[in-house]
C-alpha cells in the first residue's frame, strides 16, 4: 500500500527519486526537505503540477529545513549532496556531505521506520546515519552497489548481446572505486559464466576487466557529458523504496552493516541483502574465491580509511 515517504534533498536525483515513486504510485504523501527553499517549492510545485499524470493521486509537501516533519513517515531517502565535488572521484564529497549528515542524523532518533541512503561516499554516509540516528542496522539501506551491479549488466550487455534482465551479475563492496566483480557468480539465464566460456569462447571470452572497469566507472560517462546522473541512480533507488512498500523480499546488492561478514564488521559495504517492509531483512553473502576476498578486505580498508577522517564518535 501507498506510504508516506520524505525525501532529504531535492537537487538532480532527489527531484528524479521523487517523480519515480509517485510515477510508481508508492506514496500517498512525500514530504520533501532541501537547505534552499526556493529549490524545494520549485519542485514540488513541478510535483504537484504532474499529478493528474500519475496514476494515484498523492499530497506532495514543502518542509524546507524541517527533519521533525519526517518523523512520521514509513520511508526517509536520503539524496543530498554535491556531485560537482566527485567530478574527480567518488570520495569528493567525504566531507561535506559528512558534515551535513551529522546536522540531521541526530534529529531522527526514534525514528521507526526505514531510511534509504543514496548520498556519496554510500557506505561511510549510511554508517553516520545509523551511528547518531541510533538506529537498528536493518532500518538503514544504503543504495550502495545496486546501481553498479545494473552497470555491470549494461556492459555485459553491450559485449554479448543478451538482454540485461536475463543476467545475474553483482558489483560488491564499496560503491566507490574499491568496489569489484564477483566473477565467480556471473550467469547468463540459470547458466554460470564459467561453463558459456567454454561452450562458447568467441561470445563469451571477453575481456573482463574492461568490463568491470566499465561497471565501476560507468557513472563518469553519464557526467562528462551533463555534470550528474540522474535516471540509472534514481531508479536504483526506487527499486529499494518499492520492494520496502510492497515487501517483495528483493534480493539485490545493497549496502547494510557488516557483522562478521568475511570478517569485517563495524561499518556499510555491500552485499546480496534481502529487502522488504522491515528494511535490511537478511543477508546472501557470496561464496568468494580468495583473490575476491582479498579485493573484499581492501574495499573495507578503504570504507573505514575514510570513516576515521570524518568520525565523531
Not at 555485459?156 to 534482465?165: E, F, I, K, S
Not at 520496502?244 to 552493516?257: C, E, H, N, R
Request: hydrophobic share 40%; with cysteine.
Amino acid at each position: 500500500m501507498p506510504m508516506k515517504i520524505g525525501i532529504i534533498g531535492m537537487g538532480h536525483v532527489g527531484a528524479h527519486v521523487a517523480n519515480a515513486i509517485l510515477s510508481q504510485g508508492l506514496a500517498a504523501e512525500l514530504y520533501c526537505v532541501d537547505s534552499i527553499e526556493s529549490k524545494v517549492a520549485c519542485e514540488v510545485n513541478d510535483l504537484q503540477d504532474a499529478m493528474p499524470f500519475y496514476p494515484r493521486v498523492a499530497r506532495v509537501y514543502n518542509c524546507h529545513r524541517d527533519y521533525k516533519a519526517l518523523m512520521g513517515c514509513d520511508i526517509i531517502v536520503n539524496a543530498a549532496g554535491h556531485v560537482a565535488q566527485a567530478a574527480g572521484n567518488r570520495d569528493g564529497e567525504l566531507f561535506c556531505t559528512s558534515d551535513e549528515t551529522k546536522s540531521w542524523a541526530p534529529e531522527l532518533k526514534g525514528y521507526q521506520g526505514i531510511v534509504v541512503t543514496i548520498a556519496n561516499p554510500c557506505d561511510v554516509v549510511a554508517t553516520i546515519i545509523w551511528k547518531l540516528a541510533e538506529l537498528e542496522p536493518r532500518q538503514v539501506v544504503s543504495s550502495g552497489t545496486a546501481l553498479d551491479s545494473a552497470r555491470f549488466r549494461h556492459a555485459l550487455w553491450d559485449v554479448t548481446g543478451y538482454n540485461p534482465q536475463s543476467i545475474t551479475s553483482w558489483m560488491i563492496g564499496e560503491h566507490g572505486a574499491s568496489q569489484f566483480a564477483a566473477w565467480s557468480h556471473v550467469s547468463f539465464g540459470a547458466t554460470p559464466l564459467a561453463e558459456l566460456e567454454l561452450a562458447d569462447p568467441e561470445r563469451f571470452g571477453f575481456d573482463k576487466d574492461a568490463i568491470e572497469e566499465a561497471a565501476r566507472m560507468g557513472g563518469y560517462v553519464t557526467y562528462a557529458g551533463k555534470q550528474c546522473t540522474e535516471y540509472s541512480v534514481a531508479n536504483a533507488a526506487t527499486e529499494l523504496i518499492k520492494a520496502i512498500v510492497q515487501d517483495s523480499k528483493l534480493i539485490t546488492p545493497a549496502g547494510t552493516l557488516l557483522q562478521g561478514v568475511y570478517g569485517e564488521s563495524g561499518h556499510f559495504s555491500s552485499i546480496p541483502c534481502v529487502i522488504g517492509k522491515d528494511g535490511v531483512e537478511s543477508t546472501f553473502p557470496l561464496e568468494l574465491s580468495a583473490a575476491e576476498q582479498e579485493k573484499f578486505h581492501a574495499s573495507c580498508r578503504h570504507i573505514q580509511e575514510n570513516l576515521e577522517k570524518v568520525r565523531s564518535w
